[in-house]
């Protein structure tokens, strides 16, 4: 596991938070990065998953960005607690997409056969009047591939990246420079992570055309 900063004080938070409040976009940035080592200890729970270490610190970090910016000082909790909650809710909406997705049926899988012996398909049972129920499912289908390229393929930091600037799995979409920010790496490597994680997902949908 990588090592992480060390965490703030609380005075330090509490003039990070002020700062940021007043529209400090740095003091974002060091509240993000300085609770990091947060997110590496709400993970720990879950090593026992087939999930990669990186992946869950990738996912974790997307927690603690909303958490930082929807932080509210005037509750009265500390940001690491607050911080806790929104880590580990964001953990479980990805593992809950996931057991989902994994559990989703291709309305083109055969579930049986007919009397006469040709394959049945779920599509084939299921009776409709919209005209665009094909067109549909095929979205949804493409969809679901794109999901799991996206976990199979890539790096921890270019899922990152995809997640952060497209809104994938329901999130909030960034900016490349707001990315840039939050992760601490410049706007052009952001750019250059996009590009290149969408060069590589393009390549493996048309390795299977």
Request: negative net charge; proline residues 3%.
């Amino acid at each position: 596991m990588q090592s992480f900063p060390n965490p703030l004080t609380p005075s330090e938070e509490k003039y990070y938070i002020q700062k940021y409040t007043e529209g400090d976009l740095e003091a974002k940035h060091i509240l993000i990065e300085r609770n990091l080592r947060l997110v590496a200890h709400v993970i720990k729970k879950y090593q026992n998953l087939e999930e990669e270490p990186e992946d869950l610190i990738s996912i974790g970090t997307i927690g603690l960005i909303k958490a930082v910016v929807t932080f509210n000082p005037d509750k009265g909790n500390r940001l690491a607690a607050y911080a806790s909650r929104c880590i580990e809710n964001e953990i479980l909406m990805h593992l809950r997409s996931k057991k989902k997705a994994s559990k989703e049926i291709s309305l083109y899988e055969p579930i049986g056969t007919d009397r006469e012996g040709n394959e049945i398909k779920l599509y084939d049972i299921i009776e409709t009047d919209d005209v665009d129920v094909p067109e549909k499912i095929h979205l949804n289908e493409n969809i679901q591939k794109l999901y799991e390229k996206v976990e199979n393929e890539l790096s921890a930091r270019e899922k990152l990246v995809l997640k952060m600037r497209y809104g994938l799995y329901h999130g909030e979409e960034y900016t490349q420079r707001e990315i840039a920010r939050q992760i601490g790496i410049s706007r052009s490597y952001v750019s250059r992570i996009e590009k290149s994680a969408i060069q590589k997902l393009r390549e493996h949908f048309k390795e299977e055309e």
